[in-house]
């Protein structure tokens, strides 16, 4: 009996391009990519080239792409950061709000983070459901009401189960209107492929995507961080990021992945998408054979 498998939000199929690029990074790449010699500087090429890649993808602008583990890894790195710096600004006398304020329904690796890290750092803030409505969009009357009162917001592009695509612009209105300094994290892993996706244009503060929601192998992805002072944010404070993993790199503590090239296979999965999700599924058979 043939199997359909259809559970795409869940996790997807990898990608042959994706399969044959891992390989390659690991065959010729397999170098330290911070060592100094040429096979180190090898890998480090073939990393580089993949997230200028994926920066292009994205729209990243001055902002931060870091390569992780998956998005539980950046969701828990956005989650640490924004606290971290709330804690600062609080101590330094700052009003910053008593919420975390998160999507009633959010992947529950955000509300586990924020109540872990909240607990951890010892914060002491409130967490509180944003609640959705019946077609299972964010409250923005809700949202209204607790904004003033926000430190730090949570609000998906999409859900993984509903499909529902967030109202990300009333919410970024909301927060420009009442002048809201909250940290606002976005997970964009169901969006990455489906969504046009231009971060350094918006408000968002943080965003994590996943490899393995879009033809990549499992234990691949990304967090994006706004830069300081981009087109979205004119005016706001830089950028904060606080890695939860220390040793040996800034960003990302250990010998950094090579095979975190094989979100090559994005560059044929998602690059005709970006624009037009439509187009995507025309591309399709072109996709595959392009692997
Ligand atoms: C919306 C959403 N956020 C976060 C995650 C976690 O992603 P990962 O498996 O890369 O940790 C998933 C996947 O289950 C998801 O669908």
Redesign the pocket.
Known sequence: MQEIYLDN???THVLPAAVAAARQAMELGFGNPSSTHATGLQAKAMMEATRQRARRLLGVGEGRLMFN???????QTAVLSALCALRERRDAGEQIGSLLLYGAT??K??PESLAHWNRLLGLGLTLRKLPVDSDGRHDLQALAALLDDTAMLCT?A???ETGVISDLSSIAQLLQERGSDACWMV?C??ALGKLKLNLAATRIDYA?F????LYAP?GI?MLYVRAGRGAGSAGRRPHFLQPHRHGGHACAAGSQPAACTAWRGIQYAAGPVAADHAQFFRAWPVVQGAA
């Open positions: 939000n869940a996790t583990s998956g998005a539980t890894e950046g969701i959010e992947h690796a955000v998906m999409a859900n993984n997970d892993v169901q994590p996943s490899g393995h929601k499992k992805g």
